[in-house]
T-cell receptor
Framework: GQQVMQIPQYQHVQEGEDFTTYCNSS?????IQWYKQRPGGHPVFLIQ?????EVKKQKRLTFQFGEAKKNSSLHITATQTTDVGTYFC???????????FGQGTTLQVKP | EPEVTQTPSHQVTQMGQEVILRCVPI?????FYWYRQILGQKVEFLVS????????KSEIFDDQFSVERPDGSNFTLKIRSTKLEDSAMYFC????????????FGPGTRLTVT
């Protein structure tokens, strides 16, 4: 079945350093979404990428969708303590509602 | 801002017992989902529901599970005979439509099976 792999599993950074998490799918995706889950919280939608090669920015966050629509990345510039949490990518292989989540990358930021 | 609500926030049950987890999706949303997250692990899709029927389900969603929309607002997940491995956080989500629309997640119900 379709699998979505995400690396790294954990990342500890000093406040101000950059952070990147990578997502790879075993199949071509129709779109990919990114969610953030704070400790003890629920997934909160961040963004969706649909087009091949798409790049979107939200302040310090940059999201990319690969040309082949099988991989994606999230890059945070100059991390802050408020960025702490687990970042999940979630892919769809068709236009159904089913999201296949990656394992998530847990970000810890040391002040 | 409208939000998905779930009750209870925490449910403790004994192995073999039936549990019903309840969700109130956002009112103008038509598609509803249940996901499961075992502690420290990824979010796993269980089932999607539209127009009063299941539209898709995963391998996890076996005969022990069922979903229902008993009235115009609630969406429930029933586990008939709970097992220890059913202990997890269960998230309900809803969206206006499937496909390219974002899903709004509820706060979750933590199910503990003893």
């Amino acid at each position: 079945g379709q699998q979505v792999m995400q690396i790294p599993q954990y990342q500890h950074v000093q406040e101000g350093e950059d952070f990147t998490t990578y997502c790879n799918s075993s199949t071509t995706l129709s779109n990919i979404q990114w969610y953030k889950q704070r400790p003890g919280g629920h997934p909160v939608f961040l963004i969706q990428l649909v087009k091949s090669g798409e790049v979107k920015k939200q302040k310090r966050l940059t999201f990319q969708f690969g040309e082949a629509k099988k991989n994606s990345s999230l890059h945070i510039t100059a991390t802050q303590t408020t960025d702490v949490g687990t970042y999940f990518c979630a892919g769809r292989s068709s236009n159904t509602g089913k999201l296949i989540f990656g394992q998530g990358t847990t970000l810890q930021v040391k002040p | 801002e409208p939000e998905v609500t779930q009750t209870p926030s925490h449910q403790v049950t004994q192995m073999g017992q039936e549990v019903i987890l309840r969700c109130v999706p956002i009112s103008n949303h038509l598609y509803f989902y249940w996901y499961r997250q075992i502690l420290g692990q990824k979010v796993e899709f269980l089932v999607s529901f539209y127009n009063n029927e299941i539209s898709e389900k995963s391998e996890i969603f076996d005969d022990q599970f069922s979903v229902e929309r008993p009235d115009g607002s609630n969406f429930t997940l029933k586990i008939r005979s709970t097992k220890l491995e059913d202990s997890a956080m269960y998230f309900c989500a809803s969206s206006v439509r499937p496909g390219t629309y974002e899903q709004y997640f509820g706060p979750g119900t933590r199910l503990t099976v003893t």
